[in-house]
């Protein structure tokens, strides 16, 4: 009988210098940096950098206005953001003009692709609220420029670094679904804005990217410290999943859930940003934690990302439709650099599957 892994569970499929997911210490690390030193002082473009360097060689050395010029450019395709595609999914939106933008190999179109989330989910959530989309401003670093397309007011320093801390934490993490699909696209020889496709439609999937929004609807619904307990019980003696715990591979807690927790409060810190909401979450957290522990005991279910991602997201400004947009923003230019290194191996991924339906039937 052959042995099937469902889902690749335990296969694995690539060799990479990208970065490293340590489920049983806690540990991410991206291309020999730990994920918490990244978030506390690396901005997109550091991480950018750090991710494409080796895989370009014609990659500028100083990224800022290099993806200055790539927001301008892609910027005339917002023009296509008509009515009815404002319309859809921020999401669908937004990947709807990505595809857009050309299929090629160079780093002039991988940071066009790197930008591209950022810009059309700026104009389109601009769209939505019946106001014209704001042009990208080249001498902004990107973070701060994302901020300033989407409000048309400039953004604080601190709301700035709280979200390149974001996009930073989440621009890479070993080879997740998305990352995979990504490779797969690569692996055929099609170029970087196929593979960022294959990205953005797997990460849009509720089990990989869309977890964060709940987090906000469990947070309203839950509304009060004191209620937080009864909150939780309930909603576990009816079945349902605690969003924000557990992971697919941390069996310790997330570490990327404490490096947004530590720029949340330098964010709360800095702007007085939320400090009621940011308590309730704590609450929360340590109510959660404490029911699980106690409900689940040989089942490890800590703290993961999407739970401090919405705190910190939310604080910013963003609506929950357009969580999984962002995500997509840091992540997108961990594709490029695992397409690339796809590429650079010459294999195309082409696992088996085992038959399992009817047999011929013999001729009567």
Same mark, same amino acid.
């Given at each position: 009988?052959? &042995?099937?892994?469902?889902? *690749? ?14 489920? &049983? ?11 918490? =030193?990244?978030? +506390? ?15 370009? =060689? ?35 939106? $937004?990947?709807? @003009? ?30 939505? &609220? ?18 300033? $397309? ?26 997740? #679904? ?34 964060? +929004?709940?987090?906000?609807? $469990?947070? =309203?619904?839950? +509304? ?24 697919? /591979? ?9 490096? @947004?927790?530590?720029? *949340? ?5 800095? #702007? ?18 404490? /029911? ?37 923003? +840091?992540?997108?230019?961990?594709? /490029? ?28």
């Amino acid at each position: 009988m052959v &042995q099937v892994s469902a889902g *690749l569970e335990g296969v694995i499929a690539a060799a990479t210098v990208l970065s490293d997911v340590d489920g &049983q210490a806690g540990r991410l690390t991206i291309r020999g940096f730990p994920v918490e =030193d990244l978030a +506390g002082r690396a901005r997109f473009e550091d991480a950018v950098h750090l991710l494409f360097d080796g895989f370009f =060689d014609d990659l500028p050395t100083d990224l800022a206005p290099a993806l200055g010029a790539a927001r301008v450019r892609v910027f005339q395709e917002v023009a296509a953001l008509d009515d009815a595609l404002a319309a859809r999914d921020p999401y669908d939106a $937004m990947r709807a @003009l990505l595809a857009r933008l050309p299929d090629g190999e160079t780093a002039h179109d991988a940071l066009a692709l790197a930008v591209a989330p950022a810009v059309f989910t700026a104009a389109t959530l601009r769209r939505r &609220q019946g106001l014209e989309a704001v042009a990208p401003d080249p001498a902004l670093p990107h973070a701060a420029d994302f901020l300033r $397309m989407l409000r048309g007011a400039p953004a604080t320093d601190g709301e700035a670094r709280a979200l390149d801390a974001y996009l930073v934490t989440v621009c890479d993490h070993g080879l997740n #679904a998305s990352t995979f699909a990504a490779r797969v696209a690569a692996s055929t020889r099609a170029g970087l804005g196929s593979a960022v496709l294959a990205g953005l439609s797997t990460l849009k999937g509720p089990l990989h990217g869309g977890a964060p +929004g709940p987090v906000i609807d $469990m947070l =309203d619904a839950i +509304g009060t410290a004191d209620n937080a307990i009864p909150w939780l019980e309930a909603a576990l003696d009816a079945g349902e999943r605690l969003m924000g715990f557990g992971h697919r /591979i941390y069996r310790v807690r997330d570490p990327r859930a404490d490096a @947004l927790k530590a720029a *949340l409060s330098r964010l709360s810190r800095s #702007a007085g940003a939320l400090p009621g909401r940011l308590a309730l979450a704590e609450a929360v957290e340590r109510a959660a934690l404490d /029911i699980l522990s106690r409900r689940k005991p040989d089942r490890p279910l800590e703290t993961n990302v999407e739970f401090y991602t919405a705190l910190l997201l939310e604080a910013l400004g963003l609506p929950p439709e357009a969580f999984t947009c962002v995500f997509a923003a +840091g992540r997108t230019a961990g594709w /490029i650099a695992h397409a690339r290194e796809q590429q650079a191996s010459g294999k195309l991924i082409r696992p088996q599957s085992v038959y399992v339906g009817p047999r011929p039937k013999a001729a009567a």
